[in-house]
């Protein structure tokens, strides 16, 4: 697995590895707008609820690919490191919330009420597994 | 077609756009990466330390030729 993340990457792993986890972050900041619109706390005059709600759907959909994948990158190629605690806590809560999140969407109806919260969550985790990772490399160069 | 769908299109480019914008800052902001480009560069550079060291012995030898002429006549 290390060696085909490699030659993917062809050999640019870490760089590859921010770039993915910088349009997540891009991304996710899209996603807040479009389900705010989507529950009508904003309502911009070029877009209706609905339409919004189906394109929060439609980017969350490939969003959780990219995580999936990044999520891969950083564990075949990189593993648990001994002082990335925050980011391996961080990201574990976020698939973990993301789980939950995508069953309460799919099946478990039932606990529609907590999708706000689950939402704001997963952005939160997000955030904190970027900047622990991806931000800090960018700060760096 | 309908404005709903128009919007959700219009939705979904711009998110289009979010991840081309993201990819140019954060690639401008990290360099070139590309194996090529920096072995092409690597090259150049060598190539630019041996120019320089010919020049420095071209220099050096026109230096002692002198001498030897002056020492001669």
């Known amino acids: 697995m290390e060696d085909l993340v ?9 760089e590859v590895k921010v770039v ?17 619109v989507g529950y009508g706390r904003v309502r911009p005059s070029f877009l209706a609820a609905r339409p919004a709600s189906l394109a929060h759907r439609a ?9 999936v994948v990044v999520a891969l990158m950083c ?8 002082d990335t605690t925050v980011h391996v806590v961080a990201a574990t809560a976020l698939l973990a919330v993301l789980a939950l999140k995508i069953a309460v969407v799919r099946w478990w109806h039932g606990l529609g009420g907590l999708l706000p919260f689950l939402g704001v969550s997963v952005f939160g985790l997000l955030a904190l597994t970027w900047l622990t990772s991806a931000g800090d490399f960018l700060a760096e160069r | 077609m309908t404005a709903p769908t128009r919007q959700l299109i ?9 991840v ?10 990290l360099g070139t990466t590309s194996v090529a480009e920096l072995e092409a560069r690597e090259d150049r550079q060598k190539a630019r330390l041996q120019q ?22």
């Open chain 1, 6 to 14: 490699g030659d993917i990457a062809r050999g640019n792993v870490t």
């Open chain 1, 20 to 36: 993915l986890a910088s349009v997540v972050m891009g991304l996710a900041c899209y996603q807040l707008f479009l389900i705010a």
């Open chain 1, 59 to 67: 980017v969350g959909d490939a969003l959780v690919v990219m995580v």
């Open chain 1, 75 to 82: 564990l075949s190629y990189f593993g648990f490191g001994e």
């Open chain 2, 10 to 18: 219009g939705s979904i480019l711009a998110a289009a756009a979010i």
């Open chain 2, 20 to 29: 081309a914008v993201v990819i140019v800052a954060v690639t401008a902001r």
């Open chain 2, 52 to 73: 320089r060291e010919e020049a420095r012995e071209e220099r050096q030898k026109l230096r002692e030729e002198r001498l030897k002429r002056r020492g001669g006549g």
